[in-house]
């Protein structure tokens, strides 16, 4: 199927997600803890990627290269891959899915998902939003093109170590990505490992301290520390610390807690309790 046409496909997806979007951010927001204008940015997130997906379907160009014989040229052609696997975690329950998906059905390859146990139900309505465009799209998508994996974790090392899987793109911790790594060069598969953090900011004389005073609060503060671009260390220049840090206090002093489903709460509930005792 040529690639403009597989574009086609994330196109309906994008579709799908955009009517589904206030459901879908509230699924998140229930499932995963995030406040409502976080559940909702991330399935634009999803919408964003299918529109960049879409546009890549069009310019999967290679290489024209000239050639020491007369009258030949060389050409370069891409191929899909193969199956790719992906392994999301709770904090991004849907929106690393697509970054993974939409690319991967634009380049020919089916995908294997196997979402966090923690958060299954997102998984569920994503696949189900998917369904809804492959038949808008028709018989023309193969059989099995998505298929999703509920489980823990030996469910995500079947899909590690299966050799008919050609590409393994994992999120979660560096953990994870430790143990993942080498399991995947030993079969000689492609990984794409998105892991944790451990983010500092600096804050110099010159800064602008209105602007590092939201920035450090919103990388901090966001998705109750749970994402691995979280701020965790602040380093402030002496010259500017005692007009800084009390401020800072104040703002996480300020900071409503609780339900996110209610209007003005920014910060909701750790995942579960060994993220409280790991915090």
């Known amino acids: 199927m040529p690639a403009p046409r597989r574009g086609e496909l994330v196109r309906l997806l994008g579709e799908e997600l955009r009517a589904a979007k206030d459901d879908l951010g509230m699924l998140v927001t229930l499932e995963a803890g995030k406040v409502v204008s976080e559940g909702l940015g991330e399935v634009q997130e999803m919408i964003d990627i299918c529109d960049f997906a879409v546009g890549l379907s069009r310019q999967l160009y290679g290489k024209t290269i000239a050639t020491e014989r007369p009258d030949h040229r060389m050409m370069e052609t891409w191929h899909p891959l193969g199956v790719a696997g992906v392994i999301t975690a709770f904090n991004f329950p849907v929106a690393v899915w697509s970054w993974n998906a939409a690319i991967a059905f634009v380049c020919g390859d089916p995908v294997i998902w196997k979402p966090s146990e923690k958060t299954p139900l997102t998984g569920l309505a994503v696949s189900a939003i998917l369904a809804r465009a492959i038949s808008r799209f028709g018989d023309e998508a193969p059989e099995g093109l998505h298929q999703l994996l509920i489980g823990d974790r030996e469910i995500g090392e079947i899909l590690v170590d299966d050799e008919r899987v050609a590409l393994v793109s994992a999120t979660g ?64 220049h002496e010259s500017v610390y005692d007009q800084l840090v009390p401020r800072l206090a104040k703002v996480y002093g300020s900071v409503a807690i609780g339900d996110p489903r209610e209007a003005g709460t920014l910060v909701g509930p750790l995942i579960d309790r060994d993220a409280f005792e790991n915090m």
Do not use: H, W, Y
């Open 173 to 236: 911790s560096t953990r994870m990505g430790r143990e993942v790594g080498p399991r995947l060069a030993k079969r000689f598969a492609r990984s794409i490992l998105e892991l944790g953090g451990n983010n500092a900011a600096i804050v110099a004389p010159s800064a602008d301290l209105d602007i590092a005073l939201r920035a450090i609060a919103f990388s901090a503060i966001g998705t109750a520390g749970q994402r691995c671009t979280t701020l965790r260390r602040l380093i402030v």
